[in-house]
């Protein structure tokens, strides 16, 4: 089934112990969609500059992502630079240009209102509202951020009342729930709508609760993590791709999905930007789900 | 098979979030002893002051803990006092009084000296060393602690040089080897002697890793953290202990061990003390061992 996402595109310049990475491609949907590229026809809803390299939308369209819905506006692209600390746990944001994002509207083309899989990247939740009024999905995802939970709280739980699965890091679970627990944080959340709550722990795996029902697992062993930027985005990707793929939101396809965000993830972290992510196939990720699940079982 | 330990009994102040608990009974060998006695007989080898109450004796006895090698020295039992931040991942020291424990030469009974499974609690390299030449173990597993890597390391790695097993922080194994990234870290600590290194994130689980062999596993999720005091020992304790009711030391065998260790180590978190750790049946560890190979398992 088809899936479509909306969300940022943007050029990012990071920094990590390992290296530094200037105005390169990234931005949630991009991360997104080169994840989700893996398992089914994406939609890319989001909107560039006129300064955007023909290399990314090159790259873009290499993976088959239908770009009918990013828009090229007057000015330039959104641009963001962080600075990763020693641990690659944490990072400082030293720099945002929105730039044409701070225009943007979300038009989603036909096909990609018909996509029965949506989901909401983390932008502005009035955007992510005019987009679930466009969607004709019927399995949406979320995602969101500390700066909305905080100044646009009212705007988000109209969001979170119309989702299916919330994708959101465990820093991010307290500070919209108030529980320092994460299952008691999971309840919470449901209780503002989304049935299906995916919680992210970062290099600790991510936890899966969907009522009583609820499914732990650990993030994949990398011997070298050279850039985590756009690890979070490719999670999604990977887990709503999967099940897009399989048309099936069971919480046994759900499980199988949260290890295909996990395995899709682990491949971003290898390089700076969405390279490795972009050039894996769909081999590459069916062999390390293999390792992963002899890493897990017993 | 038989298992010996070696390590402290203390009588612990401890403060949470969720309460205080006044000089209960505390130690590393006492919350090993409480784990691994639901899998075989323990002797345990340690040192309490005339002040010891006889309750606690009552305790360990119940659980058919063999107690021929815990010595009663003249003077008070060590003493420790610490605060845990709000996240329960953090404690302060607020006291250490060593007591007998500045005299203590631990003595190893005929019968501990024959069991076949050792386990060296946390305490001076020097004590580990003294052990390891009365034991006639062929499975020797280790603990310790940043002090002794700091203060000690000559004597850790003559005892490093002589076990099997080493289960470590990730914090310490930085602190040991220098290196952050836990699979380096593994590498680097395998080199120094211990064919297998486990290594324990608290809240995150643990890592078990073998020459080319990987296990990883989240801890247990508990919706009520009430004192993680004794959390690392009891996994320990779950640890070794099914490995010697098995008797096999096989890496299939390794990962149940771990796995055994996790659960045990969750009940010890659900109370103060080691009340919960004593009072689990083999029933109750059966039902949340398939409880978390349901949570983990797809």
Same mark, same amino acid.
């Given at each position: 089934?088809?899936? *479509?996402?909306?969300?940022?595109?943007?050029l990012d310049?990071?920094?990590?112990?390992?290296?530094?990475?200037?105005?390169?491609?990234?931005?949630?949907?991009?991360?997104?969609?080169?994840?989700?590229?893996?398992?089914?026809?994406?939609?890319?809803? =989001?909107?560039?500059?006129?300064?955007?390299? +023909?290399?990314?939308?090159?790259?873009?369209?290499? $993976?088959?992502?239908? #770009?009918?819905?990013?828009?090229?506006?007057?000015?330039? *692209?959104?641009?963001?630079?962080?600075?990763?600390?020693?641990?690659? !746990?944490?990072?400082? *944001?030293? +720099?945002?240009?929105?730039?044409?994002?701070?225009?943007?509207?979300?038009? &989603?083309?036909?096909?990609?209102?018909?996509?029965?899989?949506?989901?909401?990247a983390n932008?502005?939740?009035? &955007?992510?509202?005019?987009?679930?009024? @466009?969607?004709?999905?019927?399995? $949406?995802? &979320?995602?969101?951020? !500390?700066?909305?939970?905080?100044?646009? %709280? +009212? @705007? %988000?739980?109209?969001?979170?009342?119309?989702?299916?699965? %919330?994708?959101?890091?465990?820093?991010?679970?307290?500070?919209?729930? /108030?529980?320092?627990?994460?299952m008691k944080?999971?309840?919470?959340?449901?209780?503002? /709508?989304?049935?299906?709550?995916?919680?992210? $722990?970062?290099?600790? /795996?991510? #936890? #899966?609760?969907?009522?009583?029902?609820?499914?732990?697992?650990?993030?994949?062993?990398?011997?070298?993590?050279?850039?985590?930027?756009?690890?979070? +985005?490719?999670?999604?990707?990977?887990?709503?791709?999967?099940?897009?793929?399989?048309?099936?939101?069971?919480?046994?396809?759900?499980?199988?999905?949260?290890?295909?965000?996990?395995?899709? =993830?682990?491949?971003?972290?290898?390089?700076?930007?969405?390279?490795?992510?972009?050039?894996?196939?769909? @081999?590459?990720?069916?062999?390390?789900?293999?390792?992963? $699940?002899?890493?897990? =079982?017993?």
């Open positions: 089934m088809e899936l *479509t996402v909306v969300g940022s595109v943007a310049t990071v920094e990590t112990p390992l290296g530094k990475n200037v105005e390169g491609l990234g931005g949630a949907a991009t991360f997104f969609s080169l994840a989700a590229a893996n398992y089914v026809p994406v939609h890319m809803v =989001a909107c560039v500059g006129q300064d955007f390299p +023909d290399e990314h939308v090159s790259l873009l369209k290499s $993976k088959q992502i239908n #770009l009918e819905g990013l828009e090229v506006m007057e000015g330039n *692209t959104f641009r963001w630079a962080g600075r990763y600390h020693q641990d690659m !746990n944490n990072r400082d *944001t030293l +720099d945002t240009q929105l730039n044409v994002f701070e225009q943007f509207h979300p038009k &989603l083309p036909a096909a990609a209102q018909q996509a029965p899989f949506l989901f909401l932008i502005h939740p009035a &955007l992510q509202l005019e987009v679930l009024e @466009q969607s004709k999905a019927t399995f $949406k995802g &979320l995602d969101t951020m !500390n700066l909305w939970i905080e100044s646009e %709280l +009212d @705007q %988000l739980k109209k969001v979170l009342a119309q989702v299916d699965a %919330l994708i959101i890091n465990d820093s991010e679970v307290e500070l919209l729930t /108030g529980e320092r627990n994460l944080g999971a309840r919470a959340i449901e209780k503002m /709508g989304p049935r299906t709550v995916v919680i992210k $722990k970062g290099e600790h /795996g991510c #936890l #899966l609760v969907q009522g009583e029902q609820i499914f732990i697992v650990p993030a994949f062993l990398l011997e070298e993590v050279v850039d985590p930027t756009g690890a979070g +985005d490719s999670f999604a990707g990977g887990f709503m791709g999967y099940l897009a793929q399989l048309g099936d939101t069971s919480f046994d396809s759900l499980k199988k999905a949260i290890v295909h965000g996990t395995v899709v =993830a682990s491949f971003t972290c290898e390089k700076f930007g969405p390279d490795q992510v972009a050039a894996i196939t769909e @081999q590459d990720i069916a062999r390390r789900f293999e390792l992963f $699940k002899q890493m897990t =079982a017993f």
